[in-house]
């Protein structure tokens, strides 16, 4: 079999089994299943476990085509083929008479190991077809073991590999050419980044950079490059330091390098990776480990097979330990097939960023493409650049090093101090990745990141929530009004018209704001959906944590509709079913529809038909529905009719905003003619934003940002209640008033207890409206230990983010917000207050936090 038809068949196999791997390590997880599995948020996981079977007795069938050599009783020694291509400087023999047909040992192994393969494949694909394992994945242990097994016959192939194909004598790389590698390398990669810069500038809102701040923020990104890979060769020359002080250097060069990328492979997947997903701990290192350890093996298993095929071997000569490790990409030698990947590494790396930033959690794929992006240009430069058999001077191992460390050292302050590496680096994946490597913090500062994060993803045995206390009985014997809260998933105020005067496609929601209260300061206490909700449910913040069970007795909104007699219609996603006690739904909405696919136009449909078929039921009604529609992992799919444009405006989601207000009108009108709208309380808001760009991000993540933060939040209130109630609609509110503004609303009277709960934004003419405007409020991450502090009504966002290691501030009085400077005195004050608000909300749940 052909090298690349072999290195692809056998990545096939590697791929198909890491999947497996990932996926049921992504199940482990908590935090991953319950926001990425149990609701489908990536759409073709539901298609992989459906078709992982067949998937499975493909890539079976296809490794074992690979294997017919050493099923065979006697494997005959492949010829060399290509050994003119070969530098005579690497030892490689030049001609075909040079060539000593190496000797393939241990037959009977390969063929026992070979054979074994095939029939444990075989009774491993036949017990698929009877039972699949995969759609019964969940979050338990038995997950996690199955990850690990997965692993074992990438393994198991390598194994057969590394026997069934010949040792090549290796001698120690010369570390000139390494130098000279890692050097032209930094200026490839940096090019190939810098190139794409301009472009990517044009289409990240919220970034601007005049063409002298891009040449300087280039420029200090090449002298970050040059550092970065000064410092992989300074890696390098060390094995191979060590490797020449015992016998047969080469091979030991060669194994300390498959060691060193098992060991990198795990730190990146343990620190970049599994960290996004909040999954740590002993677990997440062993996992980690394992998957170095069997992509190093599998590596090694390729690259033999590689040279095996394509390398010659005189009796007198040797590859590099380097040359042999790289064979998988290195082309076979040829330069002409480096020259080509070189010179494709600019629209590669651009193309990898736009595929991948749209769908990306936290930078993880676009920085795991920028780790390809080095892989292949240091691959390709190694086979570009002539090689020579004298080793220089140490002094030119040492200047290069000293040089690069002196010019990022005087570059690293100037970029922290303008504010330009921050922005170029939207621009600049390559850079982003680098400058995100480097945080380094002062002891404080270190411990007090590390207080952030023992608050964070709290397990629930070490806490005890407080208990909701309901209000006194209502002051009205009337019937209470009906209540339709439509939380609207990612909706951002600046797409809709009562916050944004440039947003033409929500005339329906315009109407609704404008008899209607709209706080024009509203804000979200978390940055995801997964705490949002309960939150608001709550009516106040909550301890870190994802598994609230048991909610029952913070559940200040159910308790409501209890004590009131509300007849419900809600929709039910996963996280509802954890919020609410079995039945006390009511009439469930969405009924067996997967909670990404709940939109909102089919349910407003639905609703309208339960409402008709009960016209005569004097219980009021309360309806809830959380609408995919506008969540990025929807919005993005959606086709944008040709005739709809939208400047200014990102089309995908714009258009989904203009579906849910035309649907949004409908049920309004359907409310009007059905004589309810006068009897209801309407209040559309949202769980939280969505960055779309703005920076490079994509979706809410860990990210604490304007766009994220601020939400919509209208209230429409009966006719007959409106003349008796007023707002401070310019101060801050929050979606977690939303629950007490309807205990307010019917009568029940709640009493203002702390800053960390909600307040009624609707009182009596007479009554006391809430005084925030000088107060300074703790907001959080959903999803990891990423806090900020809301100040002065509302106009200032202080955020600490823990899991990239920044502060940031911004100023919330633009449509947007911006970035601006925080002095040292303004990042002590907002550390202070948010511990203090953070050690108030353990202390209310009984939680003793430990660093």
């Given at each position: 079999?052909?090298?690349?038809?072999?290195?692809?068949?056998?990545a096939?196999n590697?791929?198909?089994?890491?999947?497996?791997?990932?996926?049921?390590?992504?199940?482990?997880?908590?935090?991953?299943?319950?926001?990425?599995l149990?609701?489908?948020v990536?759409?073709?996981?539901?298609?992989?476990?459906?078709i992982?079977?067949?998937?499975?007795?493909?890539?079976?069938?296809?490794?074992?085509?690979?294997?017919?050599?050493?099923?065979?009783?006697?494997?005959?020694?492949?010829?060399?083929?290509?050994?003119?291509?070969?530098?005579?400087?690497?030892?490689?023999g030049?001609?075909?008479g040079?060539?000593?047909?190496?000797?393939?040992?241990?037959?009977?192994?390969?063929?026992t190991?070979?054979?074994?393969?095939?029939a444990?494949?075989v009774?491993?694909?036949t017990?698929?077809?009877?039972?699949?394992?995969?759609p019964?994945?969940d979050?338990?242990?038995?997950?996690?073991?199955?990850?690990?097994?997965?692993?074992?016959?990438?393994?198991?192939?390598?194994?057969?590999?590394?026997?069934?194909?010949?040792?090549?004598?290796?001698?120690?790389?010369?570390?000139?050419?390494?130098?000279?590698?890692?050097?032209?390398?930094?200026a490839?990669?940096?090019?190939?980044?810098?190139?794409?810069?301009?472009?990517?500038?044009?289409?990240t809102?919220g970034?601007?950079?005049?063409?002298?701040?891009?040449?300087?923020?280039a420029?200090?990104?090449a002298?970050?490059?040059?550092?970065?890979?000064?410092?992989?060769?300074?890696?390098?020359?060390?094995?191979?330091?060590?490797?020449?002080?015992?016998?047969?250097?080469?091979?030991?060069e060669?194994?300390?390098?498959?060691?060193?990328?098992?060991?990198?492979?795990?730190?990146?997947?343990?620190?970049?990776?599994?960290?996004?997903?909040?999954?740590?701990?002993?677990?997440?290192?062993?996992?980690?480990?394992?998957?170095?350890?069997?992509i190093?093996v599998?590596?090694?298993?390729?690259?033999?097979?590689?040279?095996?095929?394509?390398?010659?071997?005189?009796?007198?000569?040797?590859?590099?330990?380097?040359?042999?490790?790289?064979?998988?990409?290195?082309a076979?030698?040829?330069?002409?097939?480096?020259?080509?990947?070189a010179?494709a590494?600019?629209?590669?790396?651009?193309?990898?960023?736009?595929?991948?930033?749209?769908?990306?959690w936290?930078?993880?794929?676009?920085?795991?493409?920028?780790i390809?992006?080095?892989?292949?240009a240091f691959?390709?430069?190694?086979?570009l650049?002539?090689?020579?058999?004298?080793?220089?001077?140490?002094l030119?191992?040492?200047?290069?090093?000293?040089?690069?460390?002196?010019?990022?050292?005087?570059?690293?302050p100037?970029?922290?101090?303008?504010g330009?590496?921050d922005?170029?680096a939207?621009?600049d994946?390559?850079?982003?990745?680098?400058r995100?490597?480097?945080?380094?913090?002062?002891?404080?500062?270190a411990a007090f990141?590390?207080?952030?994060?023992?608050?964070?993803?709290?397990?629930?045995?070490?806490?005890?929530?407080?208990?909701?206390?309901?209000?006194?009985?209502?002051?009205?014997?009337?019937?209470?009004?009906?209540?339709?809260?439509?939380?609207?998933d990612?909706?951002?105020?600046?797409?809709?018209s009562?916050y944004?005067?440039?947003?033409?496609?929500?005339?329906?929601?315009?109407?609704?704001?404008?008899?209607?209260?709209?706080f024009?300061r509203?804000?979200?206490?978390?940055?995801g959906?997964?705490l949002?909700?309960?939150?608001?449910?709550?009516?106040?913040?909550l301890?870190?944590m994802?598994?609230?069970?048991?909610?029952?007795?913070?559940?200040?909104?159910?308790?409501?509709?209890?004590?009131?007699?509300?007849r419900?219609l809600?929709?039910?996603?996963?996280?509802?079913?954890?919020?609410?006690?079995?039945?006390?739904?009511?009439?469930?909405?969405?009924?067996?529809v997967?909670?990404?696919?709940?939109?909102?136009?089919?349910?407003m449909?639905?609703?309208?038909?339960?409402?008709?078929?009960?016209?005569?039921?004097?219980?009021?009604?309360?309806s809830?529905?959380?609408?995919?529609?506008?969540h990025?992992?929807?919005?993005s799919?959606r086709?944008?009719?040709?005739?709809?444009?939208?400047?200014?405006?990102?089309?995908?989601?714009?258009?989904?905003v203009?579906?849910?207000?035309?649907?949004?009108?409908?049920?309004?009108?359907?409310?009007?003619?059905?004589?309810?709208?006068?009897?209801?309380?309407?209040?559309?808001?949202?769980d939280?934003?969505?960055?779309?760009?703005?920076?490079?991000?994509?979706?809410?993540?860990y990210?604490?940002?304007?766009?994220v933060?601020?939400?919509?939040?209208?209230?429409?209130?009966?006719t007959?209640?409106?003349p008796?109630?007023?707002?401070?609609?310019?101060?801050?509110?929050?979606?977690?008033?939303?629950?007490?503004?309807?205990?307010?609303?019917?009568?029940h009277a709640?009493?203002?207890?702390?800053?960390?709960?909600?307040?009624?934004?609707l009182?009596?003419?007479?009554?006391?409206?809430?005084?925030?405007?000088?107060?300074?409020?703790?907001?959080?991450?959903?999803?990891?230990?990423?806090?900020?502090?809301?100040?002065?009504?509302?106009?200032?966002?202080?955020?600490?983010?823990?899991?990239?290691?920044?502060d940031d501030?911004?100023d919330?009085?633009?449509?947007?917000g911006?970035?601006?400077?925080?002095?040292?005195?303004?990042?002590?004050?907002?550390?202070?207050?948010?511990?203090?608000?953070?050690?108030?909300?353990?202390s209310?749940?009984?939680f003793?936090?430990?660093?």
């Amino acid at each position: 079999m052909r090298p690349m038809a072999f290195a692809l068949a056998r990545a096939l196999n590697a791929v198909f089994f890491f999947a497996t791997s990932i996926y049921c390590l992504l199940a482990y997880s908590p935090f991953a299943y319950q926001q990425f599995l149990k609701p489908a948020v990536i759409s073709w996981l539901p298609d992989f476990i459906a078709i992982h079977t067949a998937l499975y007795w493909l890539v079976f069938l296809v490794t074992t085509l690979t294997l017919k050599a050493q099923l065979r009783a006697d494997a005959q020694p492949l010829s060399a083929d290509v050994a003119s291509r070969l530098d005579p400087a690497d030892g490689v023999g030049a001609n075909a008479g040079e060539i000593a047909k190496p000797s393939y040992g241990g037959s009977r192994f390969r063929r026992t190991a070979s054979w074994g393969y095939v029939a444990v494949g075989v009774l491993l694909g036949t017990g698929l077809l009877v039972r699949p394992v995969m759609p019964s994945i969940d979050n338990s242990p038995r997950s996690f073991l199955i990850a690990l097994i997965a692993l074992l016959p990438p393994v198991w192939l390598a194994v057969i590999d590394q026997v069934a194909h010949p040792a090549p004598s290796l001698r120690p790389s010369n570390q000139r050419h390494v130098l000279d590698t890692c050097a032209v390398a930094a200026a490839l990669v940096w090019a190939a980044y810098a190139i794409g810069a301009p472009f990517r500038l044009r289409g990240t809102p919220g970034v601007e950079l005049s063409l002298f701040n891009l040449v300087i923020a280039a420029a200090s990104s090449a002298v970050v490059h040059g550092f970065a890979f000064m410092a992989i060769f300074l890696a390098l020359a060390t094995l191979a330091a060590f490797a020449k002080t015992r016998r047969q250097s080469g091979a030991v060069e060669y194994w300390l390098l498959a060691a060193a990328t098992a060991v990198t492979i795990a730190a990146i997947v343990y620190g970049l990776v599994f960290a996004s997903f909040a999954f740590g701990g002993l677990d997440a290192a062993v996992a980690a480990g394992a998957v170095g350890v069997v992509i190093a093996v599998v590596w090694s298993g390729v690259a033999r097979r590689t040279v095996a095929r394509h390398g010659v071997f005189r009796e007198s000569a040797a590859f590099p330990a380097l040359y042999v490790w790289l064979a998988p990409i290195n082309a076979n030698g040829s330069r002409v097939a480096a020259a080509v990947i070189a010179a494709a590494l600019p629209v590669a790396a651009y193309t990898l960023v736009n595929i991948t930033s749209g769908l990306d959690w936290n930078f993880v794929l676009q920085k795991l493409g920028v780790i390809v992006v080095w892989l292949m240009a240091f691959a390709a430069v190694h086979v570009l650049l002539p090689r020579t058999s004298s080793q220089p001077a140490a002094l030119v191992f040492v200047v290069p090093p000293c040089l690069a460390l002196a010019l990022f050292q005087a570059v690293g302050p100037f970029g922290a101090r303008s504010g330009l590496a921050d922005r170029y680096a939207t621009v600049d994946m390559s850079f982003r990745f680098v400058r995100d490597l480097r945080a380094a913090h002062s002891g404080e500062t270190a411990a007090f990141y590390a207080s952030l994060k023992a608050n964070t993803l709290v397990s629930p045995l070490r806490m005890t929530p407080p208990a909701f206390q309901l209000p006194g009985g209502r002051q009205s014997a009337s019937r209470p009004p009906h209540i339709f809260l439509f939380v609207i998933d990612s909706l951002r105020r600046d797409y809709v018209s009562p916050y944004n005067p440039a947003v033409t496609f929500t005339p329906a929601i315009g109407q609704f704001a404008a008899d209607s209260f709209v706080f024009d300061r509203a804000m979200t206490r978390y940055a995801g959906t997964a705490l949002a909700v309960p939150s608001i449910w709550a009516g106040s913040m909550l301890i870190h944590m994802l598994d609230q069970r048991p909610f029952d007795s913070r559940n200040a909104l159910l308790a409501l509709l209890d004590a009131d007699g509300y007849r419900r219609l809600m929709s039910v996603d996963h996280i509802m079913r954890e919020l609410l006690p079995p039945g006390s739904a009511g009439v469930e909405l969405d009924r067996g529809v997967a909670p990404m696919d709940c939109d909102f136009c089919r349910t407003m449909g639905e609703l309208e038909a339960r409402l008709s078929e009960a016209p005569d039921d004097p219980r009021p009604v309360f309806s809830y529905t959380l609408p995919q529609n506008v969540h990025i992992a929807v919005a993005s799919k959606r086709t944008v009719p040709p005739d709809h444009a939208y400047p200014a405006f990102f089309a995908p989601v714009a258009e989904s905003v203009r579906q849910v207000d035309e649907c949004f009108g409908e049920f309004i009108a359907f409310l009007r003619r059905s004589k309810l709208y006068d009897d209801s309380i309407v209040i559309l808001t949202a769980d939280h934003g969505d960055s779309l760009g703005e920076e490079g991000r994509w979706g809410h993540a860990y990210f604490m940002v304007p766009e994220v933060m601020r939400i919509p939040l209208i209230i429409h209130v009966p006719t007959a209640m409106r003349p008796r109630v007023r707002a401070d609609l310019h101060g801050v509110s929050f979606s977690t008033d939303i629950t007490p503004t309807l205990y307010a609303l019917l009568g029940h009277a709640p009493q203002n207890v702390g800053r960390l709960f909600g307040e009624p934004l609707l009182v009596d003419h007479d009554g006391e409206l809430p005084s925030r405007r000088r107060d300074s409020f703790l907001l959080a991450s959903s999803y990891g230990a990423v806090y900020g502090m809301l100040r002065h009504n509302g106009r200032l966002l202080y955020t600490s983010d823990a899991m990239d290691g920044r502060d940031d501030a911004y100023d919330l009085l633009t449509l947007t917000g911006q970035r601006v400077t925080a002095t040292a005195a303004i990042t002590e004050l907002n550390r202070r207050q948010m511990t203090e608000q953070l050690h108030q909300l353990a202390s209310l749940n009984h939680f003793t936090a430990q660093p």
